[in-house]
């Protein structure tokens, strides 16, 4: 479904046009009441797309039991392409010279624009169309004119074929979704892991330190980690031995961490698990956690048993690690830090003072 401004504005200008020119041709009270009904519509569904254009751009706001945007605008749209049928269909009853034309090109432009304009949505599609060509084919008919009925004929088929029209933008619309979700999804995740790469964690370390610092709420920690003895397992075993440990680690940290944390794959043996909010207190127990996890021995086919560690630096967002960039490095110092003290611990990098010194304190599992 289509929520362009330009064709909703230039849709409302014929619809309001021709039932305008219909009151003046044939000034009857079911012509006024198209009118009315026109005009109204029409507001209504503005007046929803620039709500809901606006929501979109700001945070998720919850309809507390209200009727929901998107339904009154897809409710109005529907009754607007209803009365637009039924205007058309008394233009062709009127059997008037002016407006049996302006009706026939009106037609013919709706529903080619419905076709054309909701490539996402092809059923209703198909009941707007219908909502405006059946109520066209009756006025015909009820006309009495011999000419017109020649249009009987000739309306189903070209809803028919604008229906095929329709579907066949759909099949090319989901097509290029998806396409376009395979490739953001190459672009943003490991292709060997499936777990995000270093550009989605810079992304996500960004959207997380735009919060105030200092609040709970906006609490970020970061964890860097690095495998103890992989190398090894990936020179006697061979290359598919270690992508396969790689990926078997990776769900081992993918159980470890809860749903909201951010667990990323740095490059190489590398990874990085991000905490925030609440969660970023819970860094040194969520670090022993991997460690044991990361610990326990690893079925590399055929018998094969091989057992790793991991060593994790920790960092948390203060006065010297308060941009994306900063707090990796402070995590990769902390890492460096608790491979110096020994494999298989974990480091937190003292947190800085606003003096700017930093509070003496080591941490190891």
Known sequence: MSWGLPPLCVAAVVG??????AVLRVPTLMMLSWLCADLALTFVRLISMLVMRRALRGPAQPTDGGFPLTDLYVLSSMLWCAQIGCGVGLCMASAD??????????????VGGLAARNPGAPRMTVVQ???VVVPFT?????????????LCGLAPLYL????AVNRRLHTDYVALLRAELALRHQAFHCGLTGLPNRTFLNQSLGSALEGTEGEEEHAVTLLYLDLDGFKSVNDTYGHAAGDLLLQLVARRLKDVVMATDIVARIGGDEFAVLLSGPRAASA???????????????????????????????????????????LLASADRALYAAKKQGKGTFYRAPPA????????????A
Do not use: N
Not at 97 to 110: D, E, I, Q, R
Not at 160 to 163: F, Q, R
Not at 357 to 364: A, E, N, T
């Open 97 to 110: 010279p002016v407006l049996v034309p302006f009706a026939c090109l009106a037609t013919t432009g709706f």
């Open 353 to 364: 003072r606003k003096d700017g010194d930093r509070i003496s304190k080591h941490i190891s």
């Open 284 to 326: 040194e127990v969520i670090a022993s956690m991997i460690i044991s996890a990361v610990g326990l021995p690893y079925d590399l086919s055929q018998g094969t048993l091989v057992r790793i560690g991991v060593s994790v630096g920790i960092a948390e967002r203060d006065l010297d690690a308060s941009d994306s960039q900063a």
């Open 138 to 150: 009756i006025g015909a008919v009820l006309s009495g004119q011999p000419w017109l009925l020649a």
């Open 16 to 21: 309001a046009a021709l039932a305008s020119l």
């Open 160 to 163: 028919v074929a604008v229906a």
């Open 129 to 131: 169309m219908i909502s």
